[in-house]
């Protein structure tokens, strides 16, 4: 399920593939909602689970006594007030949640005078603070500026005789909206993944550094997790639980990173509105900030040293035996599949990022941009493969090449291969389907470009195996391998579709 559940954040004709066979209650996921027709789903299961463990683990540091219990009276303060709103006539706005900056959202002093969030519409995670940082509220105590103003304009009486006599009063309040921090974004503004200011279970007014610090609280939790961390009583598969809601939920987090790079702003707004903001209903995300999350995924998803785990961690992660109604215990395989987790996530990740709805926006990057400096197609495929293919350039033992690394680098010549020969074939992974549909529509200069860097690799390939004679046996077989495909993909006949 958690691989239909990644799937069903992007909004591809692959997420409504998937969004067919995806079981949750609730109205069919195979429209154009998609997950979001139904209010709080399954990725407020996933947020809550990692933030009750945080919150389990923090219990044992001294100095956050009810702690358990704000944490449960807010989140339920916030869900009635969210529900209300909804009874009163107010749709999502998934842009509530960036009124603070991310050094405001533990201010208590501030978010409790003024407001953690501009709304209480929109759907929120934990306001987990990040290591080093002294915890403040976990959700919004009141609601926002922003539902204050919708519930003026929707119930303020007027004393208007006719409908159309209301539009100056109507009027005087709507522009209020156009303050900075009262963003408005609804379900059909979010299906494009355009916007990444403007999606579901993001913070701040910067949900790239949000993003990264709850990278960072899942690192730290399993770093807890890596020790004596059970007690007595408890079974290896309860820690295979809590190690499974840490990983995924730092899963999650690389989709809003990812939503930077070719993402452009948007807001609804009119003519009078952009003479007063300066701003248009488009302006693309500045360049420094895709460059910073392309940095960012690789940091933290790419590079060789993103996922440390210890041996007796992973020897721990044994699966629950008890079958009974209501539970099913994993058959096979026993042990824990975490090459098959991490190299999932990294292959997923990789494919979104080279999606054809992405690769098409940064072809006509230069076309929204006027500024001469923009993140194209060229800078996107050299930057993934400087930073996948790293190892070619190294000496001694650091041209050796990981079992994780060798694993993405295969998902990047799944990508090249895909693009340069847009035929389908039949897919023989859940991944390679992905590539498959991700890539499909992809432009042109995508195609021309994948060929291009293809031919760069293989030469950097062939120039690392001449120069090092003493890689390990699963590098050079992977090097030599990765060369005569690549020679196989270049020499092979495209079919046209």
């Not at 993103?306 to 058959?331: C, M």
Request: proline share 6%; aromatic share 10%; charged share 20%.
């Amino acid at each position: 399920h958690m691989e239909r559940w990644l799937a069903l954040q992007q909004g591809t004709p692959l997420a409504q593939v998937m969004g067919r066979e995806f079981q949750m209650p609730g109205p069919s996921l195979s429209g154009s909602h998609l997950a979001h027709d139904t209010c709080f789903g399954i990725e407020t299961s996933q947020q809550l689970s990692f933030s009750g463990l945080m919150l389990s683990t923090l219990r044992l540091d001294p100095g956050r006594p009810g702690a358990v219990d704000d944490y449960i009276q807010q989140y339920l303060r916030m869900l009635s007030a969210h529900e209300v709103g909804h009874t009163l006539g107010l749709r999502h706005n998934f842009q509530g949640s960036v009124l603070r900056s991310p050094n405001e959202l533990h201010n208590t002093t501030l978010t409790r005078a003024e407001g953690l969030t501009s709304s209480v519409m929109d759907y929120f995670p934990p306001n987990l603070a990040p290591p080093g940082i002294t915890q403040g509220d976990y959700f919004p105590t009141q609601i926002g500026p922003y539902d204050r103003l919708a519930i003026e304009y929707g119930y303020t009486d007027t004393g208007a005789m006719h409908p159309n006599l209301e539009q100056r009063t109507l009027g005087d309040i709507a522009q209020q909206m156009s303050r900075e921090g009262l963003a408005y974004a609804t379900d059909e503004d979010i299906f494009s993944d355009l916007d990444p200011q403007a999606k579901p279970f993001d913070l701040s007014s910067n949900p790239m550094q949000f993003a990264q610090w709850q990278m960072d609280n899942a690192q730290d939790l399993l770093q807890r997790l890596d020790g004596a961390y059970l007690l007595p009583e408890e079974g290896y598969d309860e820690l295979r639980d809590r190690f499974e809601s840490a990983f995924w939920y730092y899963a999650s987090q690389v989709f809003t990173l990812s939503g930077y790079v070719g993402g452009q702003s948007f807001s609804r707004q009119r003519a009078g509105d952009t003479a007063i903001s300066g701003r248009l209903p488009f302006e693309p995300v500045p360049v420094e900030q895709q460059r910073q999350a392309l940095e960012l995924i690789n940091t933290y998803v790419f590079a060789a040293d993103a996922f440390q785990f210890s041996p007796d961690l992973i020897n721990q992660l044994a699966p629950d035996r008890w079958f009974h109604w209501g539970s099913f215990p994993v058959i096979a395989p026993l042990q824990y599949p975490i090459y098959d987790q991490v190299s999932f996530l990294q292959g997923f990740a990789l494919i979104d990022l080279f999606s054809s709805d992405r690769l098409s926006r940064l072809q006509s990057a230069s076309l929204r941009n006027s500024g001469d400096e923009i993140l194209g197609l060229p800078e996107l495929f050299s930057t993934l493969q400087q930073d996948i293919w790293q190892e070619l350039s190294g000496d001694g033992d650091k041209a050796n090449i990981s079992t994780l690394r060798r694993g993405l680098q295969r998902h990047h010549l799944d990508i090249l291969s895909g693009l340069v020969l847009q035929n389908p074939s039949q897919p023989s992974s859940f991944l390679e389907l992905i590539v498959a549909l991700e890539t499909l529509y992809a432009p042109e200069d995508a195609r021309v470009l994948a060929r291009y860097q293809l031919r760069q690799l293989a030469g950097e390939i062939q120039a690392s195996l001449a120069r090092h004679s003493a890689l390990d046996v699963s590098t050079r077989a992977h090097l030599e391998d990765s060369r005569d495909r690549i020679q196989q993909i270049l020499n092979a006949q495209r079919i046209a579709g």
